[in-house]
């Protein structure tokens, strides 16, 4: 008699095959795009006097955008309805399709809500949130006696 000892971790499998037709379909990019969320990537960053809020969103217009205030909550919306206008064409696979989306960033303490300006060029949205006198970054020389 023969003992052979069982590894779980190992490729072998009673079955060999059986796990790779199931390793294929979920790994399949199809498959794993539909599982990942589609929203658009952001840059969040600071200067001396404003936050700067980056969201990359190309192949929209400014109308598409919807900017809400809320409490201290900025929600960034787009309601986007697709015309199949272009029925002529066969995609292979079409990555870029922004049906809807909502990102929201919470403000900090330091923001003033009543100077939020935006604007979108180039396919990003650029949102400056200006801070308040008291936050704002003061510097001064001191001077050595």
């Known amino acids: 008699m023969t003992l052979v000892k ?3 971790k ?11 037709v199931f390793d ?3 790994n399949d990019t199809f498959f794993s795009d539909r599982m990942m969320t589609k ?20 192949g929209l217009k400014k109308e598409d955008f919807r900017l809400k205030l809320e409490r201290d909550v ?13 029925q ?9 399709s922004y049906s809807s989306f909502v990102r929201s960033f919470t ?4 923001a003033d809500q009543n100077g939020i300006e935006a604007k979108y060029t180039d396919g990003v949205l650029c949102i400056d949130i200006p801070k308040r006198e008291e936050a704002k970054v003061q510097s001064r020389q001191i001077e050595i006696k």
Request: glycine letters at 2%; proline letters at 8%.
């Open 6 to 8: 069982f590894n779980p």
């Open 39 to 58: 929203v658009p990537a952001a840059n969040i960053s600071e200067s001396a006097d404003h936050f700067h809020v980056e969201l990359a969103a190309p």
């Open 107 to 110: 403000l900090p303490e330091s």
């Open 10 to 20: 190992s490729n072998t499998s009673l079955m060999p095959g059986f796990n790779d």
């Open 74 to 86: 900025l929600s960034i919306s787009v309601e986007q309805v697709s015309d199949d206008q272009q």
């Open 88 to 96: 002529e064409r066969n995609y292979a696979k079409r990555e870029y």
């Open 24 to 26: 294929s379909i979920l």
